[in-house]
């Protein structure tokens, strides 16, 4: 299935969850929010929440700004 | 300090506080514009600060897994961090950003609200500010908020609940200093929560400047990190902070136009 991650397209295994795209990016364990059609799904819900077909999903992180 | 303990009739500071936490430190410092994160780092620990503000952004999806982030080297265990909403428009964007800075920073409930209007001025876009502190405060957020030197909107933000109102002195990155001190008097006058200066500061003196004028604390980012050497300027602020305060508390001279000898003229021989 494709669903756009930080606004690039990105084909991912079928009922794969937060955690696995965060697995697949290298980014497990990082500190960073994610957002899916723009609701925040919590660290505590990476595992369980299942990504579909066309999500928009976004990683963000800090950093330096003022 | 130091000359609190010489001098015991002064009377002491209070503590600033925030959402609760003393801070011994009124200088507040941005982590943007540095060469490298060492620099930041060695920046940001020569300025004193306690309080540090980040930006929100995509993660960089390509990146070496093992390359260091802002917040290992800003550990959160050690400086309260202050997330921004900088590069904001909306109302909508900012709060969007301060829940994705609270699920980031393990619902630290902190931020700071900046909801610009104009590419060009970076000026604050007052009626979203509102609107976006509105929702915040109802949400729970700790808002310290970037706005105009504009009184009245300066007491309303804190009637609406926010926990600091922070005019700025001039626009973002400018350098100009302050210039509205007596706008910024008025706010100070009215407050009842802390009123930081956020934006506008250019070299030390700005700094003073502020902090004599009866702020609570003065927040900036540029004045240090594009300072020839951003390391000696975030020491010269952390001194300028000091300074400015130790001036306000100590109460200034009044200004006279003509002159008042300082020696006496009695026992003069000639």
Same mark, same amino acid.
């Given at each position: 299935?494709?669903?756009?991650?930080?606004?690039?397209?990105?084909?991912?295994?079928?009922?794969?969850?937060?955690?696995?795209?965060?697995?697949?990016? +290298?980014? +497990?364990?990082?500190?960073?929010?994610?957002?899916?059609?723009?609701? =925040?799904?919590?660290?505590?819900?990476?595992?369980?929440?299942?990504?579909?077909?066309?999500?928009?999903?976004?990683?963000?992180?800090? =950093?330096?700004?003022? | 300090?130091?000359?609190?303990?010489?001098?015991?009739? #002064?009377?002491?500071?209070?503590? #600033?506080?925030?959402?609760?936490?003393?801070?011994?430190?009124?200088?507040?410092?941005?982590?943007?514009?540095?060469?490298?994160?060492?620099?930041?780092?060695?920046?940001?620990?020569?300025?004193?600060?306690?309080?540090?503000?980040?930006?929100?952004?995509?993660?960089?999806?390509?990146?070496?897994?093992?390359?260091?982030?802002?917040?290992?080297? @800003?550990?959160?265990?050690?400086?309260?961090?202050?997330?921004? *909403?900088?590069?904001?428009?909306?109302?909508?964007?900012?709060?969007? *950003?301060?829940? #994705?800075?609270?699920?980031?920073?393990?619902?630290?409930?902190?931020?700071?609200?900046?909801?610009?209007?104009?590419?060009?001025?970076?000026?604050?876009?007052?009626?979203?500010?509102?609107?976006?502190?509105?929702?915040?405060?109802?949400?729970?957020?700790?808002?310290?908020?970037?706005?105009?030197?504009?009184?009245?909107?300066?007491?309303?933000?804190?009637?609406?609940?926010?926990?600091?109102?922070?005019?700025?002195?001039?626009?973002?990155?400018?350098?100009?200093?302050?210039?509205?001190?007596?706008?910024?008097?008025?706010?100070?006058?009215?407050?009842?929560?802390?009123? @930081?200066?956020?934006?506008?500061?250019?070299?030390?003196?700005?700094?003073?400047?502020?902090?004599?004028?009866?702020?609570?604390?003065?927040?900036?980012?540029?004045?240090?990190?594009?300072?020839?050497?951003?390391?000696?300027?975030?020491?010269?602020?952390?001194?300028?902070?000091?300074?400015?305060?130790?001036?306000? @508390?100590?109460?200034?001279?009044?200004?006279?136009?003509?002159?008042?000898?300082?020696?006496?003229?009695?026992?003069?021989?000639?």
């Amino acid at each position: 299935m494709q669903v756009i991650v930080n606004g690039e397209p990105m084909t991912l295994a079928d009922a794969s969850s937060v955690a696995d795209l965060l697995n697949q990016l +290298t980014l +497990t364990g990082r500190r960073i929010a994610v957002e899916v059609n723009l609701e =925040i799904v919590p660290r505590s819900q990476h595992d369980q929440h299942r990504l579909r077909e066309g999500d928009r999903v976004e990683v963000v992180g800090a =950093i330096g700004g003022g | 300090m130091s000359a609190v303990q010489e001098h015991p009739s #002064l009377p002491e500071d209070k503590p #600033l506080v925030l959402d609760g936490k003393r801070y011994e430190s009124r200088l507040l410092v941005g982590t943007g514009k540095y060469r490298d994160l060492e620099e930041t780092r060695l920046a940001i620990e020569a300025s004193g600060a306690e309080i540090v503000t980040v930006a929100v952004r995509r993660t960089n999806l390509g990146q070496n897994p093992d390359e260091p982030n802002l917040l290992d080297v @800003l550990p959160p265990e050690r400086y309260t961090i202050l997330p921004n *909403t900088a590069g904001c428009y909306t109302a909508e964007d900012a709060v969007r *950003t301060c829940r #994705l800075a609270r699920e980031l920073l393990d619902g630290h409930n902190l931020v700071k609200l900046e909801v610009l209007g104009d590419e060009k001025t970076l000026y604050p876009n007052v009626t979203e500010t509102l609107a976006a502190a509105e929702t915040l405060v109802k949400d729970g957020f700790k808002v310290m908020v970037y706005t105009t030197d504009d009184p009245l909107i300066a007491q309303r933000l804190e009637e609406m609940g926010c926990i600091a109102v922070m005019p700025l002195g001039a626009p973002i990155g400018s350098g100009l200093g302050i210039r509205n001190p007596y706008n910024i008097r008025m706010i100070l006058e009215n407050a009842k929560v802390p009123v @930081l200066v956020d934006a506008g500061v250019g070299t030390a003196s700005d700094a003073t400047i502020a902090m004599e004028l009866g702020c609570d604390g003065v927040l900036m980012n540029t004045a240090i990190a594009q300072a020839g050497d951003p390391i000696r300027m975030a020491r010269a602020m952390k001194l300028a902070i000091e300074s400015g305060r130790e001036a306000w @508390l100590a109460g200034r001279m009044p200004r006279k136009l003509y002159a008042s000898a300082s020696s006496p003229l009695e026992g003069t021989f000639f």
